[in-house]
């Protein structure tokens, strides 16, 4: 059997801090257009797909962090991106920065959407794995506030059934942790969709810079692998108000192996079809969890947040 | 700073089932003088180093299953290696089938022992992730019955302080299951030793029978990184009663890079000199856990065995 979704990785280069939503928006569109004229059911467009990459600046007026949020989605500004979807009859994924009131209080989260394609949004994900760090730190080349201008998102990691599948979203540095992947494993999850972006330099360890690219597709590929799903990686690339971040988007097989691979700087689209059945032959045999799983051995992986050494 | 440690992984090619154990030996014992002349603080054997890989065959009569097995360690065999590596001031990791009274009653575990300099078991693993099946299926042109042979392993992951560091140990089909290297990320583990042996042909999924190499060093490779550890992975490789078994043993380095590589499909030491320092880099700061794991979002792994879809 095969169940293909056609999917298109929207990579994005770099959005300068004077680019309006409008223009970013525009460009979006560009590439969906692409996408639907490649046959895709789906478009996935990176992390904080909206703006410039605001969490490399100390801010201190509340007013100004806030501009990089959205209050509404759709809003003004990302409407035509609904409106042009449904028309196109084409699903989207996207990343945004997330303004909301709550519990009587304002939220910011690093959150992604999914959309299907008569543009009704049927799932959402809010980023677990915040990266960086809470206060200023000058002596970095940048900063990485992730910690200082979200929150750790409060819906888990949900699964949603849609295009034909089983799919979730994660985000930037959520990859790198193997707990996300395979809490969206033991949800079936067929397709994992994932924006990121990832400065080439880490100012606390400067020493494994070289390896950056390596490391995204090292932990995209065993994700995808070790859970049995296809992993679809979007990077915002490119130097970005003077700070070079990694680009190797990436439409990755369950057997971990890379379907497709972005081979620019700049907004490209790379596209796959994807057989969701192809997720079968890992899921029911090597990663039958319900056969080979031993979950009273992973307590510490609950029980546990650091690391604690043996006497 | 650094705090070198010398492994050398000691690959094995096939054992035959004519093969004794004191012929046996005398292979490790040349592998170790081959380590102790490569200035090896600690040697590496694979899993069930001392016999063919048994669990191929379908066996009835409990007394021939447990011909495979050790009653002592040392026993009378495997004392030689004992005595040999306290002479020669050398550590050594074996893997052995384990037969012992436990709690009133006869237990068999895939085991592997941690030996240190002075040839005193510093520390014991029990293999938990259990591969293949429980009873005879004669569609596969071999039988791949751990789940008959062995029970889980009762000793969870535990890591050991040994050679100036922290070591943990692995066995075989652990090292595609993220949540073993994560028990042990979450003792500090700075090396994690790791025999196997893998057939190249799959039965249930024999169209992924070409990336048993590739899916080998993507695990380990990930594994390390994300706990931020060295990792020696050891084959018993080649055509082993008729079974090709893939070789690739690697030491891998926290950085996921592979340091070292076998190139034979047969006995051969490969070695480096590992700086467990090296894990530093990692362990404070992108995979520094106290700071950045949310255990509160990683519930279903403990609380779910097999996956269960969203509705």
Redesign the interface.
């Known amino acids: 059997m095969t169940r293909i979704v056609t999917v298109g990785a929207a990579q994005l280069g770099p959005i300068s801090r004077s680019e309006s939503r409008q223009q970013v928006v525009r460009r979006l569109l560009e590439l969906m257009h692409q996408a639907k004229a490649a046959g895709c059911d789906l478009i996935v467009y990176p992390e904080l797909a909206l703006t410039t990459f605001f969490p490399r600046w100390y801010m201190e007026d509340q007013a100004e962090i806030d501009l990089f949020f959205e209050r509404e989605m759709p809003g003004a500004a990302t409407r035509p991106l609904f409106d042009e979807a449904a028309k196109l009859g084409i699903g989207f994924c996207l990343g945004y920065a997330e303004l909301i009131e709550e519990s009587g209080r304002t939220n910011r989260f690093n959150a992604t959407i999914l959309v299907d394609k008569q543009a009704r949004a049927v799932g959402k994900y809010r980023k677990?794995?915040?990266?960086g760090h809470a206060e200023h730190e000058p002596w970095r080349a940048f900063q990485h506030l992730e910690k200082r201008y979200f929150e750790?998102?409060n819906l888990?990691?949900?699964?949603?059934?849609v295009f034909d599948g089983?799919f979730g979203m994660l985000i930037c540095?959520d990859r790198?942790?193997?707990?996300?992947?395979?809490?969206l494993?033991?949800?079936?999850a067929e397709m994992i969709l994932l924006g990121y972006n990832t400065p080439v330099h880490?100012p606390?360890?400067p020493?494994?810079d070289n390896?950056a690219n390596?490391?995204n597709h090292?932990?995209m590929?065993?994700g995808a692998?070790?859970n049995g799903s296809w992993v679809v990686g979007v990077a915002k690339c490119g130097k970005e108000e003077g700070v070079e971040q990694i680009a190797g988007s990436a439409i990755i097989a369950p057997?971990?192996?890379i379907a497709a691979a972005a081979v620019t700087q700049g907004d490209e689209l790379i596209v796959a079809r994807c057989d969701l059945d192809l997720t079968r032959?890992?899921?029911?045999?090597?990663?039958?969890?319900?056969?080979?799983?031993?979950?009273?051995?992973?307590?510490?992986?609950?029980?546990?947040?650091?690391?604690?050494?043996?006497?």
């Not at 677990?128 to 990266?131: D, G, M, S």
């Not at 888990?156 to 059934?161: K, M, N, T, V």
Request: aromatic content about 14%.
């Open positions: 677990v794995h915040l990266p750790i998102g888990g990691f949900p699964a949603y059934r089983i540095n790198r942790w193997p707990e996300a992947y395979r809490v494993g033991l949800q079936g880490n606390p360890s020493e494994h390896l390596f490391h090292l932990v590929q065993s692998y070790q057997s971990g192996e032959s890992y899921k029911t045999t090597i990663f039958n969890f319900a056969q080979h799983r031993v979950p009273e051995a992973y307590r510490p992986i609950v029980e546990r947040k650091g690391a604690v050494p043996p006497p």
